[in-house]
């Protein structure tokens, strides 16, 4: 497994020249030149795909399956769409218009940003890595690609395998860790896109704004989900117990907590531990090859001082080993809004449960906090689910199922206020590195 090694400070201009210089030549105004280096995207995956597993296995004890759903597959889906349809997304439009505007043929395109910054998470060091690449590269766009030091394997193997696939002056990985961010922050670039958490989003915004760089900012949040008396409570436990386990808690659209009629909660705390019981059969979840770890051992801290802290019922679960970047899945019931486990996103396999009278009870706790990246709820009642989502804001809504969101081609995936602005996947992306350059032609006549 490669090293990872941090770019020297005084190197990351050069680099940025080096990429402004590439730009400038045109070499990416081809569409077929974007149509070779996003197929190349797709080889550098499939060639290595035991490599990344195995990477991701090192910084998260990632299973290789859950691998395949969380990060490559969502990529691949992202190389064939744009491989496919960037010839048609970058095509000259015509533009609407009223008749007298006829003679001057009023037109659009979408022209390229420039060179662009893509600051990398830990929590999907693939699928949120390459599938904006994906949309940088569609678009005409030189790249800069800021991974995250906290997954030290896979950011190493991304500076390894980058100049073996991609063009190598257009397509460039700086690693590191604070002092390389913050020597990268005080370029200009055309766009960033951020994904993260909202404190250093905030860092990231701020320094945008000395250049007036666009932004896009994918930050995650607490996502609810909301139950009724016509749930099907034994599916809803099954799905929302699912979501939280994924990656150990650490997705952004995962559901934090769950707002449950108060004659339900038995009942759906029973139901939890029920899945618990079978997914964990009959060696606990210690020692389950299908659960991954925490990322750092001072992300397992926090974790652990919430749990600590928080007033609510633990049902199971609660260990934490800092050393081994453990924490078991853990259930918690009777939780207030004013909490320690309401404080702040989880970002762990702890699910929140906390007991509301009704529906409008449910809608306002919503309401009063951060608008979140996902609302989901369970029902089959059509009226219910309106009724939520006609009265909250988020990036999305989900019924009857969680995650999956993210795994639906041609729907935009993106926040709303704390929860970010802008958009990821597809055409989407596509469009988040572009700009809509207008042309007329008036004749003289």
């Given at each position: 497994m490669a090293t990872l090694t941090y770019t020297p400070v005084d190197d990351i201009p050069k680099v940025h020249a080096r990429a402004r210089a590439a730009f400038e030549s045109g070499k990416t105004k081809s569409v077929a030149f974007r149509k070779e280096q996003i197929a190349q995207v797709g080889y550098l995956l499939k060639d290595n795909e035991l490599c990344l597993k195995e990477a991701l296995k090192q910084d998260l004890g990632r299973p290789h399956l859950e691998t395949e759903f969380l990060d490559l597959s969502p990529v691949y889906i992202d190389v064939a769409k744009a491989y496919n349809s960037v010839e048609r997304w970058a095509a000259e439009q015509k533009a609407e218009f009223d008749l007298s505007f006829w003679a001057m043929g009023p037109k659009y395109r979408h022209e390229p940003k420039g060179v662009v910054l893509i600051i990398a998470p830990f929590n999907g060091p693939v699928v949120l890595t390459m599938s904006p690449i994906v949309g940088a590269i569609a678009a005409g766009c030189a790249m800069v690609l800021k991974p995250s030091e906290q997954t030290p394997a896979t950011s190493a193997l991304f500076a390894e395998l980058f100049p073996k696939y991609l063009d190598p002056e257009l397509y460039h990985v700086v690693n590191g860790g604070v002092p390389e961010t913050t020597?990268?922050?005080?370029?200009?670039?055309?766009?960033?896109?951020?994904?993260?958490?909202?404190?250093?989003?905030?860092?990231?915004?701020?320094?945008?704004?000395?250049?007036?760089?666009?932004?896009?900012?994918?930050?995650?949040?607490?996502?609810?989900?909301?139950?009724?008396?016509?749930?099907?409570?034994?599916?809803?436990?099954?799905?929302?117990?699912?979501?939280?386990?994924?990656?150990?808690?650490?997705?952004?659209v995962c559901p934090e907590y769950v707002l449950v009629p108060e004659h339900l909660q038995d009942a759906f705390v029973d139901a939890v531990k029920d899945v618990y019981d079978e997914s964990f059969y009959p060696d606990g979840p210690e020692n389950s090859d299908s659960l991954g770890r925490i990322v750092g051992e001072s992300h397992v801290q926090r974790i652990k001082n919430l749990l600590d802290n928080t007033k609510g019922k633990i049902v199971f679960g609660g260990q934490v080993d800092v050393s081994k970047r453990y924490v078991a899945p853990t259930l918690v019931r009777d939780?207030?809004?004013?909490?320690?486990?309401?404080?702040?996103?989880?970002?762990?396999?702890?699910?929140?449960?906390?007991?509301?009278?009704?529906?409008?009870?449910?809608?306002?706790?919503?309401?009063?906090?951060?608008?979140?990246?996902?609302?989901?709820?369970?029902?089959?009642?059509?009226?219910?689910?309106?009724?939520?989502?006609?009265?909250?804001?988020?990036?999305?809504?989900?019924?009857?199922?969680?995650?999956?969101?993210?795994?639906?081609?041609?729907?935009?995936?993106?926040?709303?206020?704390?929860?970010?602005?802008?958009?990821?996947?597809?055409r989407d992306m596509f469009e988040q590195f572009t700009h809509k350059r207008a042309f007329i032609d008036n004749p003289s006549w």
């Open positions: 020597k990268i922050l005080e370029l200009r670039w055309d766009h960033i896109m951020y994904t993260g958490n909202a404190r250093i989003a905030r860092i990231v915004a701020a320094a945008a704004a000395k250049h007036l760089t666009p932004l896009t900012l994918e930050l995650g949040g607490k996502n609810p989900v909301v139950l009724d008396s016509k749930s099907d409570i034994k599916l809803a436990a099954k799905r929302v117990f699912w979501g939280r386990c994924l990656n150990s808690g650490q997705v952004c939780v207030s809004g004013d909490d320690s486990l309401m404080s702040e996103e989880i970002f762990g396999p702890v699910l929140v449960v906390i007991p509301v009278k009704d529906t409008d009870e449910a809608i306002r706790f919503i309401n009063s906090r951060d608008d979140p990246l996902v609302v989901y709820v369970f029902s089959q009642d059509k009226a219910f689910q309106s009724k939520v989502f006609n009265n909250t804001k988020s990036g999305s809504a989900v019924a009857n199922d969680t995650m999956i969101i993210v795994r639906v081609p041609g729907l935009p995936m993106g926040g709303v206020g704390a929860s970010g602005y802008g958009y990821y996947t597809g």
